[in-house]
């Protein structure tokens, strides 16, 4: 494990340090979910749970409770059980939970009815995420309920009941060093991936037999897929969202791939478009350009005290220009962008925060303003152009989509790309793409 047990013990006082005197957080693990029938899918943590415990296995539970005489960090998860551990696998039980994953105490989970609400005890604030898990709101409620059972016995049930995202998810925001290293084991990984994509690229292949070149990848390294690849030949690759990858690549299309790694919990994010001939068109290569010029300006504008927006805006003013000199739109600059004329063939947003999730979290905007980039953040930058065919776009366009997707960390004095090293230029790409057929 990439972050040390410290790290999460750390994490928890600060969260604990937020919550304050009186208040209580709890959070649940993330549930198994059924694939088709009994067949389940690979179990992921829940990242939030996963954030302040470290703790792998499904049903479990985690209280903190900030000055607990007995121990304000309370986890219950499955007993030991050799029977079930035989069919399903290694339980850290109670003992384990305490002494390889630092909680102060820890109960099987099936006790949890009895015990919980006597930790809520006395308690005023409750912190947890409602809304995500039916059955954990249900059970919640109970505890609560089975504490104003008793309130006329002397004993008081909390009243207010906050959103434990709002202090978590900007905790998440920032990574720290041991997070920065998890993530550039898992860019790592996705450029090696993105490498072997195109070094085995050649007409005739599936999108799925390159799709399997990226998988084979990053679980040689212990990575799993931080989402399911996009990758696109031709009109595919202005899908957006494209992970049928059934198609069959035909010289002179471009192939857009988008595949992060998720190492130790950490997602990159990559995306990479190229010739599948290893040649560009001049339209293929006049576009890619115009998107790589908007991408390196985008990420010229991330650094410490611009606005989260500056990379867009950025991004949007080097599109639009590419666009009219490609006579894909007609007008002034600035009328084009205010007027979103652009939407066309950019329908997206330039960026999102990375970590634990591809999409992670962490606030944009605050107080209505957009916010300011801060070291340790982590964000992509990927803009794109999507040229569908169409009767208003000259041929030599058409079906050419085009997107460059880089994962950045602001520094202190500026930023660091962890995906560099995954090939761009015109130049790099038609290098690499074939070469191990050539
Ligand atoms: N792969 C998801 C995204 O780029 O946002
Ligand atoms: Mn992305
Ligand atoms: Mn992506």
């Known amino acids: 494990?990439?972050?040390?047990?410290?790290?999460?013990?750390?994490?928890?006082?600060?969260?604990?340090?937020m919550m304050g005197e009186g208040a209580i957080a709890i959070i649940s693990a993330a549930p198994v979910r059924v694939r088709n029938r009994d067949a389940d899918y690979r179990y992921r943590q829940d990242s939030d749970f996963w954030y302040l415990t470290g703790f792998p296995e499904p049903e479990a539970v985690a209280a903190l409770i900030p000055g607990r005489p007995q121990g304000e960090y309370v986890l219950f998860c499955r007993e030991r059980d050799p029977d079930m551990e035989t069919w399903n696998g290694r339980r850290a039980g109670q003992q384990g939970a305490v002494e390889r994953y630092g909680a102060d105490d820890s109960f099987p989970i099936a006790d949890i009815d009895d015990i919980l609400p006597g930790l809520m005890e006395n308690r005023e604030r409750v912190y947890c995420t409602l809304g995500k898990d039916d059955d954990f709101d249900r059970r919640l409620m109970n505890w609560?309920?089975?504490?104003?059972?008793?309130?006329?016995?002397?004993?008081?049930?909390?009243?207010?009941?906050?959103?434990?995202?709002?202090?978590?998810?900007e905790m998440r925001l920032f990574k720290s060093k041991a997070e920065l290293e998890a993530m550039r084991e898992a860019a790592d990984i996705a450029i090696n991936g993105h490498r072997r994509m195109m070094?085995?690229?050649?007409?005739?292949?599936?999108?799925?037999?390159i799709e399997a070149e990226f998988i084979y990848t990053a679980r040689r390294r212990n990575a799993e897929l931080a989402y399911q690849s996009i990758v696109g030949g031709g009109a595919n690759g202005c899908i957006l969202h494209y992970v049928d990858n059934q198609d069959r690549l035909r010289d002179g299309e471009l192939i857009l791939i988008d595949a992060g790694a998720e190492y130790d919990y950490y997602a990159s994010d990559i995306t990479r478009t190229f010739p599948v001939s290893g040649r560009f068109s001049e339209a293929q290569r006049e576009v890619y350009e115009?998107?790589?010029?908007?991408?390196?300006?985008?990420?010229?504008?991330?650094?410490?005290?611009?606005?989260?927006?500056?990379?867009?805006?950025?991004?949007?003013?080097e599109l639009v220009a590419g666009l009219i000199e490609l006579g894909l739109l007609k007008g002034k600059k600035a009328d084009l962008i205010r007027e979103g004329a652009y939407r066309r063939f950019y329908m997206h947003r330039t960026g999102h925060w990375l970590g634990l999730d591809v999409h992670d979290v962490g606030e944009y905007k605050i107080d209505g303003e957009w916010r300011q980039f801060e070291p340790?953040?982590?964000?992509?930058?990927?803009?794109?152009?999507?040229?569908?065919?169409?009767?208003?776009i000259p041929e030599r366009f058409h079906n050419i989509g085009v997107r460059i997707e880089d994962d950045v960390v602001v520094t202190r004095d500026g930023h660091r790309v962890l995906t560099e090293a995954a090939p761009k230029s015109v130049e790099a790409i038609e290098a690499l793409v074939g070469t191990e057929s050539r």
Request: charged share 20%; hydrophobic share 40%.
């Open 1 to 17: 494990m990439t972050i040390p047990i410290k790290e999460f013990e750390a994490r928890r006082r600060q969260l604990m340090r």
């Open 144 to 169: 609560v309920n089975a504490l104003r059972a008793r309130v006329r016995s002397g004993q008081a049930a909390p009243h207010d009941f906050f959103s434990l995202e709002y202090h978590l998810h």
């Open 199 to 209: 070094a085995v690229c050649q007409p005739g292949m599936y999108e799925y037999e």
């Open 290 to 317: 115009v998107v790589l010029a908007a991408q390196e300006a985008a990420i010229n504008k991330v650094m410490p005290g611009n606005s989260w927006d500056d990379p867009h805006s950025a991004a949007l003013s």
């Open 376 to 392: 340790g953040m982590v964000t992509t930058v990927e803009p794109g152009l999507y040229i569908s065919a169409a009767d208003d």
